[in-house]
């Protein structure tokens, strides 16, 4: 399965699943959530495709790419938790779990994808 149609079924996954889980399902609901997965899934993709062209170049942009990745990702996460405080929406704690755990399962795949490219070549 490409990992187009991964990031797709996992951001689904999140959505479904957080109706589910009691701490996340008071957000699940909310604009500010589907909108927070969605915007991964989105941004995994793009880095895949970064990915995707610099897998065949030397080994050392290969590597810079996909710490570039992981760093934008580490600093996005933050910065979506900090304006949500920062707006004083509610039930923060609970998007801020939510937004953590999105990220760890999307950079979870993007990193297994990833030693699937190094496998390959």
């Known amino acids: 399965m490409n990992f187009f149609l991964k990031s797709v079924f996992l951001s ?5 699943a957080s109706c589910f889980i009691p701490h996340i399902k008071i957000i699940a609901l909310d604009w500010t959530w589907i909108s927070t997965v969605l915007f991964y899934l989105i941004l995994n993709i793009l880095l895949k495709k970064r990915i995707d062209k610099v897998k065949n170049a030397t080994p050392i942009k290969f590597t810079t790419a996909i710490m570039g990745a992981a760093t934008v990702k580490m600093l996005i996460t933050p910065t979506i938790v900090a304006v949500y405080l920062a707006l004083k929406q509610p039930e923060a704690w609970s998007f801020a779990i939510g937004v953590f755990s999105v990220f760890v ?6 990193v297994a994808d990833a030693q699937n490219l190094v496998r390959k070549g």
């Open 12 to 16: 689904a996954f999140i959505l479904v």
């Open 105 to 110: 399962l999307n950079t979870t795949l993007f």
